[in-house]
T-cell receptor
């Protein structure tokens, strides 16, 4: 088990372009989370998947953002028409979790190294 | 909604000494979980310790312990015998369902040799 991986690690794009990030969770983890982290701030929740179902989505997430987890394994996060304000570190995390009402200590998250997005 | 407040932007501690990092939370749900994560300069978040709202005892994991005061809604992280490798950002987080987590703004810890 190699942990959570994210690709690419760095992305520089011009304003208005679309970008897509990939996250590969730990193989047996059914829960997957996306976060955004800006300098000097904690991770900000974006969305959550249980298997292939997207069960939570932050109200702060504009319609330019979309995420998928088509087979309940890897996930992609796409940002359309990027803006300079989208520049941030995008973190992916996975956890084992136990269904929808398991003990909360089973939701310990394992984070990937992040994708740093710079929009010029 | 839940909220985490970390009021110490930066802390310094002498090597081998203990340090307490503060975390207060706000939630109306009686069932919740509190997590502490470490983020070194490399950027990868590392899970440290968990405390459940119904846990009777304070959580401990090696040199990490949690001073959980439910009535005061605080969950302070205590690091004993600080090491140079403990220098990092530390984040407190809360969830009540495991579906959505709320993180604080973090505390930057510097261990002085």
């Amino acid at each position: 088990d190699t942990g959570v991986s994210q690709d690419p690690r760095h992305k520089i794009t011009k304003r208005g372009q679309n970008v897509t990030f990939r996250c590969d969770p730990i193989s047996e983890h059914n829960r997957l989370y996306w976060y955004r982290q800006t300098l000097g701030q904690g991770p900000e929740f974006l969305t959550y998947f249980q298997n292939e179902a997207q069960l939570e989505k932050s109200r702060l997430l504009s319609d330019r953002f979309s995420a998928e987890r088509p087979k309940g394994s890897f996930s992609t996060l796409e940002i359309q028409r990027t803006e300079q304000g989208d520049s941030a570190m995008y973190l992916c995390a996975s956890s084992l979790g136990q269904g929808t009402s398991g003990p909360l200590n089973s939701y310990e998250q394992y984070f990937g190294p992040g994708t740093r997005l710079t929009v010029t | 909604a839940q909220k985490i407040t970390q009021t110490q932007p930066g802390m310094f501690v002498q090597e081998k000494e203990a340090v307490t990092l503060d975390c207060t939370y706000d939630t109306s749900d009686p069932s919740y979980g509190l997590f502490w994560y470490k983020q070194p300069s490399s950027g990868e978040m590392i899970f440290l310790i968990y405390q459940g709202s119904y846990d009777q005892q304070n959580a401990t994991e090696g040199r990490y312990s949690l001073n959980f005061q439910k009535a005061r809604k605080s969950a302070n992280l205590v690091i004993s015998a600080s090491q140079l490798g403990d220098s990092a950002m530390y984040f407190c987080a809360i969830t009540n369902t495991g579906n959505q987590f709320y993180f604080g703004t973090g505390t930057s810890l510097t261990v002085i040799p």
